[in-house]
């Protein structure tokens, strides 16, 4: 679910709040988590794309469909120290929810810096900043509402008026990165976003009142621990808040390292909001510096009776893309 609550539309409140786009497999999607991620992989060049559809059933056969796809790199590499990097990326994303074509899409630019806290990478903080554009539109014609609905009136004849069907803001996001590299075995990490710094104004209504685009702010958890020459397993969790609005999603995968270059995963997890929410099941796959995952979100909450237990689905997809002037540096950046 994403962006703004269709349900207002609908009512015709002057004040519409908004939740942000994201996905079941947060930890294949690196720039949309947390600017600080920028850069911070092993290689030189990084391509990622994320896809997700969900709720046709619940939303009468229009599904919520989003997507993202983001390339970074490292830049300047000889310019620093020790295990410092710094890198450089962009995204392009789009979100289209419910039966009003609600459509918010974007771009944006990321910086990162990752310093070498004591000189031998084992532990790095990582600053990131991200900036871009993005724009929000909805068809008024596939909206029907109350007063037209009760007085059997064309749709668009009703009351409710619109100053304009689409709008556009400047974002300005912001995060920094803890990654703890104890061993080849023992890998941690903890992050903190903030998103919409800018505080943009999101009102298609009038524009006399004042309508701010609330912070989000995430908090990012997960490790990798090796417990044989074949088995990992991968925690990770993440908590989201955005005005009243919350998402606590935590949970789990395995790894089975088949080769040196090749690697089947096996997850689960679980996300709340105020009830319970989702339970998610993962299964990817890793060869050479390609990296998919595919999974499900399993219905819990009280929408199950009208989504009959029907979630989402979602597709993940990375590729690290080596290179002659791939990083010197010696820091065996996590792979979650």
């Known amino acids: 679910m994403c962006v703004v609550i269709v349900g207002s539309l609908f009512l015709g409140y002057s004040e519409v709040d908004a939740q942000d786009i994201h996905f079941s497999q947060f930890y294949f999607s690196p720039m949309t988590m947390n600017p600080a991620q920028t850069g911070f992989f092993n290689g030189k060049h990084r391509i990622a794309s994320n896809y997700k559809t969900q709720w046709k059933r619940a939303s009468g056969g229009a599904p919520y469909v989003t997507y993202s796809g983001s390339y970074d790199v490292h ?29 918010t899409s974007g771009a944006t630019a990321s910086l990162a810096y990752h310093r070498d806290l004591l000189g031998n990478g084992k532990q790095l903080m990582s600053f990131g900043l991200q900036g871009g554009f993005t724009q929000m539109s909805f068809d008024r014609m596939k909206l029907r509402f109350g007063d037209e609905i009760l007085s059997d009136i064309p749709t668009g004849s009703g009351q409710e008026t619109f100053e304009s069907t689409s709008l556009s ?137 009208t989504s009959k237990g029907q979630g989402s689905f979602e597709i993940a997809l990375i590729y690290t893309l080596e290179s002659s002037k791939s990083i010197v540096q010696d820091v065996a950046c996590p792979h979650f």
Request: aromatic share 12%.
């Open 75 to 103: 830049v300047i590499d000889k310019m620093m120290k020790a295990a410092d990097m710094t890198g450089f990326g962009v995204m392009v994303f789009s979100d289209k929810a419910g039966t009003g074509d609600l459509q």
């Open 169 to 305: 803001y400047i974002d300005v996001n912001a995060g920094i990165l803890y990654n703890y590299i104890y061993s080849k075995a023992i890998k941690v990490y903890m992050g903190v976003a903030v998103f919409h710094l800018s505080q943009p104004q999101v009102n298609f209504l009038t524009t006399d009142e004042t309508n701010i685009l609330s912070n989000r702010t995430a908090l990012q958890f997960g490790g990798s621990f090796t417990v044989t020459k074949e088995w990992d397993i991968l925690p990770s969790a993440l908590f989201m808040l955005q005005k009243a609005s919350t998402e606590t999603n935590f949970g789990l995968a395995v790894r089975y390292n088949t080769s040196d270059k090749a690697a089947l995963r096996l997850g689960t997890w679980y996300r709340t909001w105020s009830n319970a929410d989702a339970a998610i099941v993962m299964a990817g796959m890793e060869y050479y510096n390609l990296t998919l995952g595919i999974s499900y979100d399993l219905n819990i909450s009280t929408l199950r009776e």
